[in-house]
């Protein structure tokens, strides 16, 4: 048992508790689920209370039921009828509040800051909105090809003035204003210089007039209160820190509470502007009133100073053109666009004429012209100084391939250590991407001279890829191959023997290794490879170490023979006769005479041999070829092997 008073726990069979002696009461057994019945006799109320709510609803809340039952036009009448409810309440709460502030004037505790004083700090208090109207609507501002650049609010004067923040309109070729209650105008003139933040614009005034505030210039002596456009808020009693001029505006540090698009106003005038994320401040104006202005400039020429002429414009006219032009005339306005000097900062550009969405449209363009053969409309439109305006290293990359189509590898390559070195420089981080490109670039170009045997240009492409990759294995069996087909087997197995070779490359090192092998095999022989199976044997020769003349080996022909031209090229003489018909030769065309010449040198595979005759003759179908007959094939003792393509020459 448990003790009620030092709730010590005791034997049952004690009648006082051992501890403080209290007499010990006995537990009745229900008490134990006395809790427990509690819960469920609230849990049972609550349902019955949820049952008795759901019956007697429309007894409990019959203006709910009513009201839900209304018809559209029913129930827009009811809120009309609230709504004037309401509207009555606050013009009675603003006229108390106005001869309040009228009371406070006259005692001289409720004076506006000017922008020549320091007054306190600005009430904040949150108060209804003053008897007059006041009038306002959005600005929408489109550029020359359609596109919305954006909405402002604004407030409207009695006789259709408004101020408007510059950077709102820059690429603003039309603007509308739509006023709250429907009616639209177009904005015509203003008053504006070249630098302010802000300028004052007109629409014609609505036909018959209307009600609402004017414009009048700020006054130090009178109440300033605030009026929020984008709420409902207004503020009374508003004072101001001392500004500097603008123009006809004093722009005032803005207090924490009036961030919002809204008019400074006093009594019935509008004296003063915010503009919300727009422009910081508080925009007082100083101007002549409403009656006396006159404008000095309209929205074509605003758009002319501010936007025509620059990469924004080009921009426009570029995104205008899509699904109108062409891809390959866009991406060439898009790219004009980049040699133009921009006219606005970046936080003054509209969104979609900012330079980023620009450059990822010309990725998106480049890569699409360049799939469908206009490669060089795309290289053709971005010129150097192009591509570094753009700074973008991937749309460089994307173009290389259509540089190399169209203009070749030095150009190509040219274009990464030039361009693309730069942009890397800019951009402080190494790109792999580069690298890899421009190393391929060189593997490839190399490996085409080595196959056309163009041997002094791929030695000065070989020099040129080494000082920037040294110690690339691939350029540097290109450099084994280009040794060996100088016929220098000795250079060739030394470089050969300099590196070691990746998995890849090991079967192109062994192979180049067999042929160095060969060579050193074949030294002191002249070997004439041709494609295995093939009955002409091509071999080129030197002539007098002055004429390289291509031959054809022919052991049927008893002599070596040589075209016109390089018989003229050399200036031969005939060997003897004094004229050229000495030989009568029979061949595919019928008998031709062929007068004797001869040849001081004449050097196969570097093996010179003096003092050849040869007959002077074009063959038919074959213009500048000779044949290299056993005159000179005799000197020799041949091994020919037409299953390998190899024929070979031993010194008798």
Same mark, same amino acid.
């Given at each position: 048992?448990?003790?009620?008073?030092?709730?010590?726990?005791?034997?049952?069979?004690?009648?006082?508790?051992?501890?403080?002696?209290?007499?010990?009461?006995?537990?009745?057994?229900?008490?134990?689920?006395?809790?427990?019945?509690?819960?469920?006799?609230?849990?049972?109320?609550?349902?019955?209370?949820?049952?008795?709510?759901?019956?007697?609803?429309?007894?409990?809340?019959?203006?709910?039921?009513?009201?839900?039952?209304?018809?559209?036009?029913?129930?827009?009448?009811?809120?009309?009828?609230?709504?004037?409810?309401?509207?009555?309440?606050?013009?009675?709460?603003?006229?108390?509040?106005?001869?309040?502030? #009228?009371?406070?004037?006259?005692?001289?505790?409720?004076?506006?800051?000017?922008?020549?004083?320091?007054?306190?700090?600005?009430?904040?208090?949150?108060?209804?909105?003053?008897?007059?109207?006041?009038?306002?609507?959005?600005?929408?501002?489109?550029?020359?090809?359609?596109?919305?650049?954006?909405?402002?609010?604004?407030?409207?004067?009695?006789?259709?003035?408004?101020?408007? &923040?510059?950077?709102?309109?820059?690429? +603003?070729?039309?603007?509308?204003?739509?006023?709250?209650?429907?009616?639209?105008?177009?904005?015509?003139?203003?008053?504006?210089?070249?630098?302010?933040?802000?300028?004052?614009?007109?629409?014609?005034?609505?036909?018959?007039?209307?009600?609402?505030?004017?414009?009048?210039?700020?006054?130090?002596?009178?109440?300033?209160?605030?009026?929020?456009?984008?709420?409902?808020?207004?503020?009374?009693?508003?004072?101001?820190?001392?500004?500097?001029?603008? +123009?006809?505006?004093?722009?005032?540090?803005?207090? #924490?509470?009036?961030?919002?698009?809204?008019?400074?106003?006093?009594?019935?005038?509008?004296? +003063?502007?915010?503009?919300?994320?727009?422009?910081?401040?508080?925009?007082?104006?100083?101007?002549?009133?409403?009656?006396?202005?006159?404008?000095?400039?309209?929205?074509?020429?605003?758009?002319?100073?501010?936007?025509?002429?620059?990469?924004?414009?080009?921009?426009?006219?570029?995104?205008?053109?899509?699904?109108?032009?062409?891809?390959?005339?866009?991406?060439?306005?898009?790219?004009?666009?980049?040699?133009?000097?921009?006219?606005?900062?970046?936080?003054?550009?509209?969104?979609?004429?900012?330079?980023?969405?620009?450059?990822?449209?010309?990725?998106?363009?480049?890569?699409?012209?360049?799939?469908?053969?206009?490669?060089?409309?795309?290289?053709?439109?971005?010129?150097?100084?192009?591509?570094?305006?753009?700074?973008?290293?991937?749309?460089?990359?994307?173009?290389?391939?259509?540089?190399?189509?169209?203009?070749? =590898?030095?150009?190509?390559?040219?274009?990464?250590?030039?361009?693309?070195?730069?942009?890397?420089?800019?951009?402080?981080?190494?790109?792999?991407?580069?690298?890899?490109?421009?190393?391929?670039?060189?593997?490839?170009?190399?490996?085409?001279?080595?196959?056309?045997?163009?041997?002094?240009?791929?030695?000065?492409?070989?020099?040129?890829?080494?000082?920037?990759?040294?110690?690339?294995?691939?350029?540097?069996?290109?450099?084994?191959?280009?040794?060996?087909?100088?016929?220098?087997?000795?250079?060739?197995?030394?470089?050969?023997?300099?590196?070691?070779?990746?998995?890849?490359?090991?079967?192109?090192?062994?192979?180049?290794?067999?042929?160095?092998?060969?060579?050193?095999?074949?030294?002191?022989?002249?070997?004439?490879? =041709?494609?295995?199976?093939?009955?002409?044997?091509?071999?080129?020769?030197?002539?007098?170490?002055?004429?390289?003349?291509?031959?054809?080996?022919?052991?049927?022909?008893?002599?070596?023979?040589?075209?016109?031209?390089?018989?003229?090229?050399?200036?031969?003489?005939?060997?003897?006769?004094?004229?050229?018909?000495?030989?009568?030769?029979?061949?595919?065309?019928?008998?031709?005479?062929?007068?004797?010449?001869?040849?001081?040198?004449?050097?196969?595979?570097?093996?010179?041999?003096?003092?050849?005759?040869?007959?002077?003759?074009?063959?038919?179908?074959?213009? +500048?070829?000779?044949?290299?007959?056993?005159?000179?094939?005799?000197?020799?003792?041949?091994?020919?092997?037409?299953?390998?393509?190899?024929?070979?020459?031993? &010194?008798?």
């Amino acid at each position: 048992m448990i003790c009620v008073r030092c709730n010590t726990s005791n034997d049952s069979a004690r009648r006082h508790c051992e501890k403080c002696g209290a007499p010990l009461q006995l537990q009745r057994r229900g008490d134990r689920f006395r809790s427990r019945q509690i819960a469920v006799a609230g849990i049972l109320f609550l349902l019955w209370a949820a049952a008795f709510m759901t019956v007697f609803r429309e007894a409990i809340f019959p203006q709910a039921i009513a009201e839900r039952q209304l018809s559209p036009a029913e129930r827009q009448a009811r809120e009309d009828e609230l709504a004037a409810k309401r509207e009555a309440m606050r013009v009675q709460l603003a006229e108390m509040l106005k001869q309040k502030a #009228k009371r406070d004037a006259n005692a001289g505790e409720n004076h506006a800051a000017s922008a020549q004083e320091a007054p306190p700090a600005p009430s904040a208090s949150t108060k209804a909105k003053s008897v007059a109207t006041l009038n306002a609507g959005w600005v929408t501002i489109a550029d020359p090809w359609g596109h919305l650049v954006t909405r402002v609010r604004s407030a409207v004067t009695v006789g259709g003035w408004l101020a408007l &923040p510059a950077r709102a309109l820059v690429a +603003g070729y039309r603007w509308t204003l739509v006023r709250d209650d429907g009616r639209q105008a177009e904005i015509v003139a203003g008053r504006w210089d070249e630098g302010q933040d802000v300028g004052l614009w007109r629409t014609p005034p609505p036909a018959g007039g209307g009600d609402g505030l004017s414009l009048a210039a700020f006054r130090g002596d009178v109440p300033l209160g605030w009026m929020s456009l984008e709420s409902e808020r207004e503020v009374t009693g508003v004072r101001l820190e001392p500004g500097q001029r603008q +123009g006809d505006f004093v722009v005032c540090a803005i207090p #924490k509470g009036l961030k919002e698009v809204g008019v400074f106003v006093q009594g019935k005038a509008i004296v +003063g502007f915010t503009f919300g994320t727009w422009r910081e401040g508080a925009y007082l104006w100083t101007g002549p009133a409403e009656a006396e202005l006159t404008t000095d400039t309209d929205p074509h020429d605003f758009y002319g100073r501010t936007f025509a002429g620059g990469r924004e414009e080009k921009i426009g006219l570029a995104l205008s053109m899509r699904g109108k032009s062409p891809d390959a005339e866009v991406f060439a306005v898009l790219a004009e666009a980049f040699s133009l000097p921009p006219k606005l900062s970046p936080a003054d550009t509209p969104g979609y004429l900012r330079s980023e969405g620009a450059v990822a449209l010309l990725r998106k363009l480049c890569g699409k012209l360049i799939r469908g053969g206009q490669g060089p409309q795309v290289v053709a439109a971005l010129s150097d100084q192009v591509l570094l305006e753009i700074g973008d290293i991937s749309l460089l990359l994307d173009m290389i391939p259509a540089i190399t189509a169209s203009q070749g =590898f030095e150009a190509a390559t040219k274009k990464i250590e030039t361009v693309g070195r730069e942009l890397v420089e800019r951009g402080g981080v190494d790109v792999p991407a580069v690298n890899e490109l421009h190393l391929r670039l060189y593997r490839e170009w190399l490996q085409s001279l080595l196959t056309v045997k163009s041997l002094d240009e791929a030695a000065d492409v070989l020099d040129r890829g080494k000082a920037f990759y040294p110690n690339d294995p691939y350029l540097h069996l290109m450099a084994v191959e280009l040794a060996l087909l100088n016929n220098n087997w000795r250079e060739a197995g030394r470089l050969l023997a300099m590196m070691s070779y990746p998995p890849e490359l090991q079967d192109r090192a062994e192979l180049l290794a067999r042929k160095i092998a060969e060579m050193k095999g074949d030294a002191g022989r002249i070997v004439i490879r =041709f494609p295995p199976g093939s009955s002409l044997i091509p071999v080129s020769a030197a002539l007098n170490q002055a004429v390289n003349q291509k031959f054809m080996v022919d052991t049927g022909a008893s002599m070596v023979s040589i075209p016109s031209a390089t018989a003229e090229a050399l200036n031969l003489k005939v060997v003897r006769g004094d004229h050229w018909d000495q030989h009568q030769v029979s061949t595919a065309g019928g008998v031709v005479a062929a007068p004797e010449v001869l040849i001081d040198t004449l050097e196969v595979e570097g093996w010179v041999e003096h003092n050849v005759r040869a007959l002077v003759m074009d063959i038919p179908d074959q213009p +500048g070829v000779g044949l290299l007959g056993l005159n000179y094939l005799g000197r020799f003792k041949m091994d020919l092997n037409t299953g390998e393509g190899k024929l070979t020459l031993r &010194p008798k």
